[in-house]
């Protein structure tokens, strides 16, 4: 990968927990912005474990892309923590997934495995974009 496909755009994605008695699996939604090795974003999840909080949880993510490595770390608006996921992962080669793992620095036993992929759209914008690029090689 040499890095130049933006992050910029629509995803949609999911989390898993390793150990299934802290939950079973998410989806979510998500917007990512990438200005250089910056990466910013919002999320929206269902609700499924604070039960004082609305059926939608909102977060912010805010990380760093170097090449294919991605991290970032994910603060939910809707109430106050003072511990907040970290995201490790990695690009694939088109740019539209990102695969890895995730974790609580104070709760280690909270931890699990994340993917997130383009929208439908996006993605096939991706795959026209890689089209033409490749014939203009030729």
């Known amino acids: 990968m040499t890095g130049s496909e933006s992050l910029s755009g629509s995803w949609t994605g999911r989390f898993d927990y390793d150990n299934i008695a802290f939950g079973t699996p998410v989806s979510f939604d998500a917007v990512l912005i990438e200005t250089g090795t910056s990466l910013r974003g919002e999320v929206v999840e269902p609700n499924t474990f604070r039960p004082e909080a609305t059926d939608t949880l909102l977060a912010v993510l805010t990380g760093t892309r170097n090449g294919s490595v991605v991290q970032f770390v994910k603060t939910y608006t809707d109430f106050e ?10 690009v694939n080669p088109t740019a539209t997934r990102i695969t890895g793992r995730w974790h609580f620095p104070t709760k280690p036993g909270i931890k699990g495995t994340f993917l997130l992929a383009r929208t439908a759209q996006a993605a096939v914008r991706k795959q026209a974009e890689a089209a033409m690029e490749m014939a203009l090689e030729v």
């Open 81 to 90: 923590d003072t511990d907040h996921p970290r995201y490790d992962g990695h």
